[in-house]
T-cell receptor
Framework: GENVEQHPSTLSVQEGDSAVIKCTYS??????FPWYKQELGKRPQLIID?????GEKKDQRIAVTLNKTAKHFSLHITETQPEDSAVYFC???????????FGSGTKLNVKP | DAGVIQSPRHEVTEMGQEVTLRCKPI?????LFWYRQTMMRGLELLIY????????DSGMPEDRFSAKMPNASFSTLKIQPSEPRDSAVYFC??????????????FGNGTRLTVT
């Protein structure tokens, strides 16, 4: 089955700096890659997603890039703010199966 | 839309007791998932349904765990008998497929289970 690895496990940045979280996947059939943000004690919430026919997608301060050849995708957060502090999960799924494989999570701490 | 609704939010029970977690997916969604989250193991997929039919239960840890989806608007996850190592947050999630395109999961607020 699919294996998703996520790095780093923890990331600490100064407010205003950029943060990058990286994930790799093993199954070349995976074609949909969502990212979730989970604040302490709350549910994971979708923040951005990308499909395999696109190389990059942006939504304000958040962007995701996908390299299908290398089988990796990354989350980029610019101008970080304290409210960005949370655990971020990447995931991969194979078209038609709708089964999601999650990374182990990255705890992002934005220091004011 | 009220989103995915789970109950109870918190459950504290003694080892050996039966526990039933409940989930109401978003109306119209055709997939329903049960996940377990712990610090050690992260988000684990236990089982998922498509149109009320179980598709993959390979993540269900033991025979003590069972899940049902009697109709499109309700699912249960049952643990009998419960053990302290079952303590975790259990999330239900639903999604809607559009043709053959996968779509994101919408998570409920979770049930925090503590087994003493």
């Amino acid at each position: 089955g699919e294996n998703v690895e996520q790095h780093p496990s923890t990331l600490s940045v100064q407010e205003g700096d950029s943060a990058v979280i990286k994930c790799t996947y093993s199954d070349s059939a995976s074609n949909y890659f969502p990212w979730y943000k989970q604040e302490l004690g709350k549910r994971p919430q979708l923040i951005i997603d990308i499909r395999s026919n696109v190389g990059e997608k942006k939504d304000q301060r958040i962007a995701v890039t996908l390299n299908k050849t290398a089988k990796h995708f990354s989350l980029h957060i610019t101008e970080t703010q304290p409210e960005d502090s949370a655990v971020y999960f990447c995931a991969a799924s194979i078209q038609g199966f709708n089964k999601f494989y999650f990374g182990s999570g990255t705890k992002l701490n934005v220091k004011p | 839309d009220a989103g995915v609704i789970q109950s109870p939010r918190h459950e504290v029970t003694e080892m050996g007791q039966e526990v039933t977690l409940r989930c109401k997916p978003i109306s119209g969604h055709d997939y329903l998932f049960w996940y377990r989250q712990t610090m050690m193991r992260g988000l684990e997929l236990l089982i998922y349904f498509n149109n009320n039919v179980p598709i993959d239960d390979s993540g269900m840890p033991e025979d003590r765990f069972s899940a049902k989806m009697p109709n499109a608007s309700f699912s249960t996850l049952k643990i009998q008998p419960s053990e302290p190592r079952d303590s975790a947050v259990y999330f239900c999630a639903s999604s809607l497929t559009r043709g053959r395109s996968n779509s994101p999961l919408h998570f409920g607020n979770g049930t925090r289970l503590t087994v003493t």
